[in-house]
């Protein structure tokens, strides 16, 4: 299993980012797809999760601000990342979990700064 992640990029504070992960290879049709993200000095932390039937769990701190979606049939998730504070600026990362077995794609860099 291999996740491709993109769009990551510097925006100013108030700004809006869409983050994209595509997965491929051995694809469970029953999967939980998340972003992760983790600033320097900070540990990793789950941001928001959705699994194939559509549940969904966001962390407190993006609650309102960020959506998770996914499209089932291209086995890929984005986060919609709007009202972003200098706080989100992380390297954000993919994350799939399909029956126990865990994947994680590159970082791709989130930078929230005027």
């Known amino acids: 299993v291999q996740l491709q992640a993109s769009g990551g990029g510097l925006v100013q504070p108030g700004g809006s980012l869409r983050l994209s992960c595509a997965a491929s290879?051995?694809?469970?049709?029953?999967?939980?797809m998340a972003w992760y993200r983790q600033a320097p000095g900070k540990e990793r932390e789950m941001v928001a999760a959705m699994s194939t039937g559509s549940s969904t769990n966001y962390a407190d701190s993006v609650k309102g601000r960020f959506t998770i979606s996914r499209d089932n049939a291209k086995n890929t998730v984005y986060l919609q990342m709007n009202s972003l504070k200098p706080e989100d600026a992380a390297v954000y990362y993919c994350?799939?979990?399909?029956?126990?077995?865990?994947?994680w794609g590159q970082g791709t860099q989130v930078t929230v700064s005027s």
């Open positions: 290879g051995s694809i469970l049709r029953t999967n939980v």
């Open positions: 994350h799939i979990n399909q029956r126990g077995f865990v994947y």
